[in-house]
């Protein structure tokens, strides 16, 4: 009698290239993570999760993708829709604007002419976009935020407590920030209450495999594609794509927008999500951060599998 050998299944390209990029950059030890949040400085360094789920709902990761953190900025990207949702584009736009900015992402600046934050991917913008989120009083704001993401994650999340509490006593940049623009008229005076909706906001308890499905709802034209639920009208993707291909990724974007070419938003709790339209979201997690507050591990894993496969938005493939 034969016995035949036993074979490993075939392994998806896909997660055969996640594997690859892992295993390349899992020993990088640059960066550290994220001090000025009591409550980030002690995340373990080593920990490092990449998700890719596609328009078709597929879903592959590696490492710590099951990981949670908090979402922090990039949680900016879908109140800014909710805002589009809420007021429209051109309201917005009168309160926000979408100019990129070389400076800190925590900069106290306003625009000279305009007196509105520069684009809604900075704090004081961001602070501004969840000022316009609309409810009667602090829960049902914070109940249409939450269902909000849910829209996008496909399940239910939750706001880490003891990071929301590290926010809120050392906020005192956002809140000068917050005073500054209310003096200035682009956010009323629920001051306290939009605050602690942004802090809150930062505090949403994610994984990679929520932020790749994040991203592929963005992909799929604000669909999610393994619920099917319409997260945010199509019409407002593109505005959201937008301001994250030009200010994602803090004062490191006009060079990621060179070498990587996608619509990305990090946070400093280390994750990174990317979207390739049309085809998938990416989501990484790896706390050591550079010194403009991106993920190490994240930054070199995309520019990688940009550069692998093509996915620069500009990329024209040689002609014979």
């Known amino acids: 009698m034969t016995i ?9 390209p896909i997660q055969e290239v996640l594997n690859q990029v892992h295993e390349k950059y899992r020993s990088l030890n640059l960066g550290t993570p994220a001090t000025y949040i009591p409550e980030l400085a002690k995340t373990d360094p080593k920990l490092f999760g990449i998700c890719i789920v596609t328009v078709d709902g597929e879903q592959f990761s590696v490492g710590d993708a099951e990981q949670l953190f908090t979402i922090q900025s990039i949680s900016k990207v879908f109140v800014h829709g909710l805002a589009l949702e809420d007021h429209g584009r051109e309201q917005v736009l009168s309160k926000v604007g979408v100019e ?8 106290i600046v306003l625009d000279e ?7 809604p991917m900075v704090n004081a913008g961001a602070i501004a976009t969840t000022s316009l989120i609309k409810g009667q009083g602090a829960s049902e704001r ?3 935020m939450l269902a909000m993401f849910e829209r996008y994650i496909g399940h239910e999340s939750y706001i880490d407590m003891p990071t929301f509490m590290s926010e809120r006593t050392t906020g005192f940049r956002n809140r000068a920030m917050a005073y500054l623009m209310r003096n200035f008229g682009m956010i009323d005076d629920r001051i306290d209450e939009s605050l602690d909706l942004y802090f809150q906001q930062c505090s949403l308890m994610v994984n990679c495999c929520d932020l790749a499905t994040m991203a592929a709802t963005l992909a799929n ?9 319409q997260a945010v009208p199509s019409r407002y993707v593109r505005d959201m794509l937008s301001v994250m291909y030009m200010c994602g ?12 070419g996608l619509p990305a938003k990090s946070g400093v709790s280390g994750g990174l999500m990317v979207v390739v339209p049309g085809r998938l979201g990416l ?8 010194e403009r507050g991106n993920s190490v591990r994240g930054v070199k894993v995309c520019e990688d599998l940009s550069e692998q496969f093509g996915l620069h938005l500009f990329e024209c493939e040689e002609r014979s």
């Open 249 to 260: 990724m803090y004062n490191y974007s006009g060079e990621w927008a060179y070498r990587v």
């Open 4 to 12: 035949e050998p036993i074979t490993a299944p075939d392994v998806h």
């Open 113 to 119: 002419q305009s007196k509105r934050p520069y684009n």
């Open 221 to 229: 034209q604000g669909k999610n594609p393994r619920t099917g639920v």
């Open 142 to 144: 914070l109940n249409r």
């Open 100 to 107: 990129p900015t070389g400076d800190a992402f925590n900069a």
């Open 283 to 290: 989501g990484i997690f790896s706390p050591p951060l550079d």
